[in-house]
């Protein structure tokens, strides 16, 4: 008897950007002018229509090389290098690693903060309290998994204890809309090819400030800006005229992307409602398109789920591992009590998400889950 072939795996998420042959007539122009990154042409009209597309001003818009060159330049523009007496930087410990590397290039010390049990992020209103307010020089709140983050509740923490915010959106291009979310707290995106919208490697900062996003630029491109003389601190943060080519074909195609991201939702949501899962089930638009997150009740079941799914040949992934404080090279940074973000990173997992997942691959998943939930 020939063995059944057991079923192809299901990666965690399988990206779709533009073909070459969407990406071609940009390509062309690259070569017509010869210009391949320093603000270029194609940056400069894919910065215009990026921001067209989130309702914004031009200026509201500066493209950067990746998401965590974008955070770098707007806490460098911000709130510049960390002072002796301002060394830390305050960000949530339910977060990617990319949000310490970011602090750490620009001198500070990190420093991490429980979240929310509700909205998996920093509270403004008791972090504006806590005594180690006093010894930072930033903060970095975090939209986790896209979920934006309200301008208004960073305006009113920076009004009481003055210090620089800069907010870590990477996942945030398809859920922060209008001015609840966007505004002159500073936002980095990423538009890495894992995000809902995507340039391959690239981002942005995003801030309703003209003299702002004028630093960011200057801070992402050797602290020039109009002259060759470097006057601030810096990094090389801009983005090249091919990515600008992806990202012009990626805004070409995005209503259309949106709107099959947007169907393998309801795929989710429908299987997830026949087998008694909807609760489980976290999808946009609570979070970004490119998430789909099984949420347990604790991590028994996260670990049972998990194990039923591997034997499937399908995969999953804890987004921010079990919190930035468990990863080996930042096991030693000071933080707080941490007990909100232990508890969810442990019941958080990502479960299979692409473009073009099938009714019969969701129903799967979903099936899969349940059995191992009820087992
Ligand atoms: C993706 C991501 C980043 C990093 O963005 P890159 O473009 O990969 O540098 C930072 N923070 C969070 C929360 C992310 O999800």
């Known amino acids: 008897m020939v063995p059944e072939t057991s079923p192809a795996e299901i990666p965690v998420l399988r990206p779709r950007l533009p073909t070459a042959d969407d990406v071609l007539p940009y390509l062309r122009r690259i070569d017509e002018t010869r210009v391949y990154s320093n603000h270029g042409p194609l940056t400069l009209e894919f910065e215009e229509r990026a921001a067209l597309e989130l309702s914004l001003p031009r200026a509201s818009f500066v493209s950067a090389a990746s998401g965590t060159a974008a955070l770098t330049g707007a806490i460098l523009a911000s709130a510049g290098r960390a002072s002796p007496q301002r060394p830390l930087a305050i960000i949530p410990a339910f977060t990617f690693v990319a949000t310490v590397c970011a602090v750490e290039q620009c001198g500070y010390v990190p420093h991490f903060v429980d979240v929310d049990a509700a909205t998996w992020s920093l509270d403004a209103v008791a972090l504006a309290r806590a005594p180690v307010v006093e010894r930072a020089g930033i903060v970095v709140p975090v939209a986790p998994f896209g979920r934006p983050q309200p301008q208004q509740d960073w305006r009113e923490f920076q009004n009481r204890t003055a210090l620089p915010v800069v907010?870590?959106?990477?996942?945030?291009?398809?859920?922060?809309?209008?001015?609840?979310?966007?505004?002159?707290?500073?936002?980095?995106?990423?538009?890495?090819?894992?995000?809902?919208?995507?340039?391959?490697?690239?981002?942005?900062?995003?801030?309703?400030?003209?003299?702002?996003?004028?630093?960011?630029?200057?801070?992402?491109?050797?602290?020039?800006?109009?002259?060759?003389?470097?006057?601030?601190?810096?990094?090389?943060?801009?983005?090249?005229?091919?990515?600008?080519?992806?990202?012009?074909?990626?805004?070409?195609?995005?209503?259309?992307?949106?709107?099959?991201?947007?169907?393998?939702?309801?795929?989710?949501?429908?299987?997830?409602?026949?087998?008694?899962?909807?609760?489980?089930?976290?999808?946009?638009?609570?979070?970004?398109?490119?998430?789909?997150?099984?949420?347990?009740?604790?991590?028994?079941?996260?670990?049972?789920?998990?194990?039923?799914?591997?034997?499937?040949?399908?995969?999953?992934?804890?987004?921010?591992?079990?919190?930035?404080?468990?990863?080996?090279?930042?096991?030693?940074?000071?933080?707080?009590?941490?007990?909100?973000?232990?508890?969810?990173?442990?019941?958080?997992?990502?479960?299979?998400?692409?473009?073009?997942?099938?009714?019969?691959?969701?129903?799967?998943?979903?099936?899969?889950?349940?059995?191992?939930?009820?087992?």
């Open 167 to 375: 907010i870590d959106g990477a996942a945030s291009f398809d859920t922060a809309r209008g001015p609840e979310f966007l505004g002159e707290i500073p936002i980095a995106m990423s538009f890495n090819a894992t995000k809902a919208f995507a340039t391959g490697e690239g981002g942005a900062v995003i801030a309703n400030d003209a003299d702002f996003t004028v630093r960011v630029r200057r801070a992402l491109n050797f602290g020039f800006f109009r002259t060759r003389e470097s006057r601030f601190a810096s990094l090389n943060g801009k983005m090249s005229e091919y990515h600008a080519a992806v990202g012009l074909a990626e805004l070409d195609m995005w209503a259309l992307k949106r709107k099959t991201l947007e169907e393998v939702v309801s795929r989710y949501r429908r299987a997830a409602a026949d087998e008694a899962l909807s609760e489980s089930i976290v999808t946009a638009p609570e979070v970004s398109l490119s998430y789909v997150l099984f949420r347990a009740r604790d991590r028994d079941e996260a670990e049972r789920v998990q194990d039923a799914l591997r034997a499937e040949s399908i995969a999953t992934r804890r987004w921010y591992g079990f919190g930035v404080h468990r990863e080996p090279y930042y096991q030693n940074v000071e933080h707080g009590d941490l007990a909100v973000t232990e508890a969810i990173a442990a019941r958080l997992l990502g479960i299979p998400m692409a473009p073009d997942l099938s009714d019969e691959n969701v129903g799967r998943i979903i099936r899969t889950i349940r059995s191992a939930r009820s087992a």
